[in-house]
């Protein structure tokens, strides 16, 4: 992505929800979502704008769930 781009995720059922942006060394970037959200899809936008090229991961977490996904900064 350069420099924004959309995270889009479901959420099953309602539920504390944390959706967060590390670096490579595992220093949290950005937090775009803690709190508590309804059930249904979601759509953040996360702004890269001021950060260095390069791979950065999201963590989505909520009780039941944890996931991690790659993406790559290009600019």
Not at 14 to 23: A, F, R, T
Request: glycine share 10%; aromatic share 14%.
């Amino acid at each position: 992505f350069n420099p924004v781009t959309k995270i889009k995720f479901s959420v099953p059922q309602q539920g504390n929800v944390k959706l967060s942006v590390y670096d490579v060394s595992g220093k949290t970037v950005a937090v775009l979502v803690n709190g508590a959200l309804n059930a249904g899809n979601y759509e953040y936008e996360f702004q890269g704008t001021g950060l260095s090229s390069g791979v950065y991961f999201y963590r989505l977490e909520s009780s039941e769930f944890s996931q991690t996904r790659r993406m790559v900064l290009i600019k």
